[in-house]
């Protein structure tokens, strides 16, 4: 039985299993690496189709059972650990190559781990989570729209987020109180230079700290109106309206004044 601090609900529907494993379309030598395998729904069907897989559980009693099973199948390695405590780019290296990640992952740890993941070194082909759908939304959201925040920039300058599709509560056990959704992230490196991504992360975080905010006021600590037009971005505009493009060159400009 798994421990309710953990928020894991657990995915049953065979209809959107299938649909997972068709969408991330495994082959044999693929480097798969899943998070949170919890009862098992994506991991049996994924050992079908790899030739090795390690899992990720935090869950103590979850984990001492998928030791079992791996002593019994050579292929699956399994990690007991917190997704967000693992060392992703030694993982790959003892993998021999780029990791594939997929799983259901819970809803307090996937702003994070995205940030972790796509802020670190670890070589990743690409990501297939289930999310909160709201987490979805604001992941695939453009400039201007009520859900681009903070999350949407600092992901389009790492990273292409596909909005797949949704998943009913119904689709788990238990069912959770939100829509859930299921989207691909493929790392890559922008059409645009960040010169220094912690000073990037930085700007843009500042800039939706508060959203109401201009940004002439938002960003008074790292730059004046003056500096912020001189980039071709009117002072008086909010962080919302901002590509990430546009947070890039406001990075520069602030690198440029300190």
Same mark, same amino acid.
């Given at each position: 039985?798994?421990?309710?601090?953990?928020?894991?609900?657990?995915l049953?529907?065979?209809?959107?299993?299938?649909?997972?494993?068709?969408?991330?379309d495994?082959?044999?030598?693929?480097?798969l690496v899943?998070?949170?395998?919890?009862?098992?729904a994506?991991?049996?069907?994924l050992?079908e189709?790899?030739?090795?897989?390690?899992v990720?559980?935090?869950?103590?009693?979850?984990?001492?059972?998928?030791?079992?099973?791996a002593?019994g199948?050579?292929?699956?390695?399994?990690?007991?650990?917190?997704?967000?405590?693992?060392?992703?780019?030694?993982?790959?290296?003892?993998?021999?190559?780029?990791?594939?990640?997929?799983?259901?992952l819970p809803y307090?740890?996937?702003s994070p781990?995205?940030f972790?993941?796509?802020?670190?070194?670890?070589?990743?082909?690409?990501?297939h989570?289930?999310?909160?759908k $709201?987490?979805?939304d604001?992941?695939v +959201? @453009?400039? *201007?729209?009520r859900?681009?925040? /903070?999350?949407s920039?600092?992901? %389009? &300058?790492?990273?292409?987020?596909?909005?797949?599709?949704?998943?009913?509560?119904?689709?788990f056990?238990?069912?959770?109180?939100?829509?859930?959704?299921?989207?691909?992230?493929?790392?890559r490196?922008?059409?645009?230079?960040?010169d220094?991504?912690?000073?990037?992360?930085?700007?843009v975080t500042?800039?939706?700290?508060?959203?109401?905010k201009?940004?002439?006021?938002?960003?008074r600590? $790292?730059?004046?109106?003056?500096t912020? +037009? @001189?980039? *071709?971005?009117?002072?008086?505009? /909010?962080?919302?309206?901002l590509s %990430? &493009?546009?947070?890039?060159a406001l990075?520069?400009?602030a690198?440029?004044?300190?």
């Amino acid at each position: 039985m798994a421990r309710k601090r953990f928020g894991q609900h657990f995915l049953h529907e065979r209809g959107v299993i299938e649909r997972i494993i068709r969408l991330l379309d495994p082959v044999t030598d693929d480097r798969l690496v899943e998070i949170g395998p919890g009862e098992g729904a994506l991991t049996r069907p994924l050992l079908e189709r790899v030739d090795a897989l390690s899992v990720i559980e935090i869950d103590r009693e979850l984990a001492a059972g998928w030791r079992e099973t791996a002593a019994g199948d050579p292929r699956l390695n399994v990690i007991e650990a917190d997704a967000l405590s693992v060392d992703y780019a030694a993982l790959a290296a003892r993998r021999g190559g780029a990791l594939r990640l997929v799983g259901n992952l819970p809803y307090n740890i996937s702003s994070p781990l995205l940030f972790a993941l796509l802020s670190g070194d670890a070589p990743i082909v690409d990501m297939h989570f289930m999310l909160q759908k $709201e987490v979805v939304d604001r992941m695939v +959201a @453009a400039p *201007g729209s009520r859900d681009y925040g /903070r999350l949407s920039v600092t992901l %389009a &300058a790492r990273a292409r987020a596909e909005h797949l599709f949704d998943v009913g509560p119904g689709a788990f056990r238990p069912p959770p109180k939100v829509m859930s959704a299921v989207v691909r992230i493929t790392p890559r490196s922008p059409d645009f230079a960040i010169d220094d991504p912690a000073r990037f992360d930085r700007v843009v975080t500042a800039a939706f700290g508060q959203r109401r905010k201009t940004l002439r006021n938002a960003l008074r600590g $790292e730059l004046d109106a003056e500096t912020i +037009a @001189a980039c *071709g971005i009117d002072p008086a505009e /909010r962080a919302e309206r901002l590509s %990430a &493009a546009d947070f890039a060159a406001l990075a520069r400009a602030a690198a440029e004044r300190h």
